[in-house]
């Protein structure tokens, strides 16, 4: 599967985004999609993710209540709702594909997209 990630852009602190993630392929269904983030200097870190049927969803607890993750197998997409956000949200943004499991580890992901920049300003 390949993904396209979109949405990013320069915000204030307490701003919104809204980023989102195609994939190609008839298979989308089939995996977890999960967003990363990689601020400079640091590691890549865990976002949120969300399961094949989207029923469940996981979040790091630094986004937790701001951040939602949701998709739409029809049209192979998954979002990712950034809300009241702050400088420290400031990264690359991954999206992510894994067909086996919910993981928190970058490294059991198969599949990545290309990365979009969120900038907060303070």
């Known amino acids: 599967v390949q993904l396209q990630a979109s949405g990013g852009g320069l915000v204030q602190a307490g701003g919104s985004l809204r980023l989102s993630c195609a994939a190609s392929g008839r298979t989308f269904s089939k995996y977890v999609m999960a967003w990363f983030r990689q601020a400079p200097g640091k590691e890549r870190e865990f976002v949120a993710a969300i399961i094949w049927s989207g029923r469940s969803t996981t979040y790091a607890d630094s986004v937790k209540g701001r951040f939602t993750i949701s998709r739409d197998n029809a049209k192979n997409t998954v979002d990712l709702q950034m809300n009241s956000l702050k400088p420290e949200d400031t990264a690359v943004y991954y999206c992510?594909?894994?067909?086996?499991?919910?993981?928190?580890?970058?490294?059991?992901?198969?599949?990545w997209g290309q990365g979009t920049q969120v900038t907060v300003s303070s």
């Open positions: 992510a594909a894994v067909q086996t499991w919910l993981y928190l580890q970058s490294s059991m992901y198969e599949y």
